[in-house]
């Protein structure tokens, strides 16, 4: 793991923009695995900011998300889909039907998660996942006991992020309670996995999953185990971590050519 602190949550964004718009221009087809949630709001903001201003090209990219509520409709306020749509498709040239996002309304959830593994597969794999941490130390939505090695399929959310989610809803008893997830072991195929932590809640799974042992119990923690993971924290984020001095040291004195 590559551990990243850096001022701030807009300089973290800025950084792992800056990350997502040299794969694209490496690899105008590249395939993208998209996350929801505050945190990926200011990386959203830098990748449109990359369309607009420096002109971006997103017409071959092709994305997948990782996860979204069961029982909710794609225009329902507080959907996935809708989310990505006002917060980054409406923004740049995608096309709509490079976008993936899991169907909370599918009448046969086992066979749209595995349509969607299948789609994964077809489109070639996923070069870059965009990741979140749970206060809990969730990956999507794979909650703490989740198999390591889980593909896409249904999970019945936490209490604790059923709780920490309330505030995209009119009030707590609307945020259901099952969701579709891309599975661990789906976002382990990633060839790059990109994780932004920001704020304190998240310094005790930020620990958890970088210092912490490999556990279920911290699904985030699966990570030390990819072979190309990036980290980007604020510090507060990273406060609780022990070697805080060891990972900015690093990153500081990176070799030019290895710095972002
Ligand atoms: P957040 O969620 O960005 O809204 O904190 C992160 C996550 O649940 O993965």
Redesign the pocket.
Known sequence: MEIIILKNAKVGSEVGGKIIADLIEEKPNAVLGL???????MLYTEMIKSHKEKGLDFSKVTTFN?DEYIGLEKNHYASYFRFMNENLFSQINIPLENINIPDGMAKNVKLHCQEYEAAIVKAGGIDLQV?????DG????NEPTSSLASRTRIKTLDEQ?RE??KR?FKNSEEVPYHCITMGIGTVMDARTNLL????E??ATAVQQMVEGPVSAMCPGSVLQMHPNAIVILDEAAASKLSKIDYYKWVYKNKPEWQIY
């Open positions: 996350a929801t949630g505050s945190t990926p709001l990782l990741l979140g941490i749970g206060s969730h990956l999507g939505f992020t920490d989610n995209f932004f932590a920001f704020g809640n998240k």
